[in-house]
């Protein structure tokens, strides 16, 4: 499968403990998205990579999430000290010119 | 106001109708607009591009009017596997970043 893959593609975890996902973009797109999803809503952008550089993050990305892409391959997202409201399905997106590929995501769920 | 707003449905349709989803935007700059299909638990998947011109993909035909800042989808002969969420997306000039409407729901009926 050459598609974009993420992991784990569930993730149940109490509230306060850290959280780190991974996202393995299309082998030839130099450009990563990550986007948060809630029930009833379309996807929100939260921040992007061109190459390992992060060249924009959202509004809704606290500092409590950290999103890297070190080697300009793989990326991931990190939120610490987590909080019920950070329950929802985030997706990683990559593309090299136009359309964006989106992985199936990791549902996170904060009890 | 929402930078993208998409009646969220649902929409219940019998199989072979031709179902119309409607959507607008706010920020007059927008230059790409696509429509996404997801299908439920899973990941969007661009559906279609939507050019000013307006244009089509078999069953299906996006339009844009930019004077009114709204973007329609049209669905003809509409089949069971045609049930999903179909999402309007913008993407502003110069921004990278994807703007997704809420979704519309359709279900087909048989």
């Known amino acids: 499968d050459t598609g974009v893959s993420q992991d784990p593609r569930h993730k149940i975890t109490k509230r306060g403990q850290n959280v780190t996902f991974r996202c393995d973009p299309i082998s030839e797109h130099n450009r990563l998205y990550w986007y948060r999803q809630t029930l009833g809503q379309g996807p929100e952008f939260l921040t992007y990579f061109q190459n390992e550089a992060q060249l924009e993050k959202s509004r809704l990305l606290s500092d409590r999430f950290s999103a890297e892409r070190p080697k300009g391959s793989f990326s991931t997202l990190e939120i610490q000290r987590t909080e019920q409201g950070d329950s929802a399905m985030y997706l990683c997106a990559s593309t090299r010119a136009y359309e964006q590929y989106f992985g199936p995501g990791t549902r996170l769920t904060v009890t | 106001r929402k930078e993208v707003e998409q009646d969220p449905g649902p929409f219940n349709v019998p199989e072979g109708a031709t179902v119309a989803f409607n959507c607008t935007y706010s920020?007059?700059?927008?230059?790409?607009f696509f429509w996404y299909r997801q299908d439920c638990r899973k990941e969007p998947k661009l559906l279609m591009s939507?050019?000013?011109s307006g244009n089509e993909d078999g069953r299906f035909t996006a339009q844009l009017n930019r004077a009114s800042q709204y973007i329609s989808l049209l669905i003809r002969d509409s089949k069971l596997s045609d049930s999903a969420t179909y999402l309007c997306?913008?993407?502003?000039?110069?921004?990278?970043?994807?703007?997704f409407g809420t979704g519309t729901r359709l279900t087909i009926i048989p």
């Open positions: 939507v050019y000013s």
């Open positions: 920020n007059s700059a927008s230059q790409s």
């Open positions: 997306v913008v993407n502003d000039f110069g921004n990278e970043k994807l703007t």
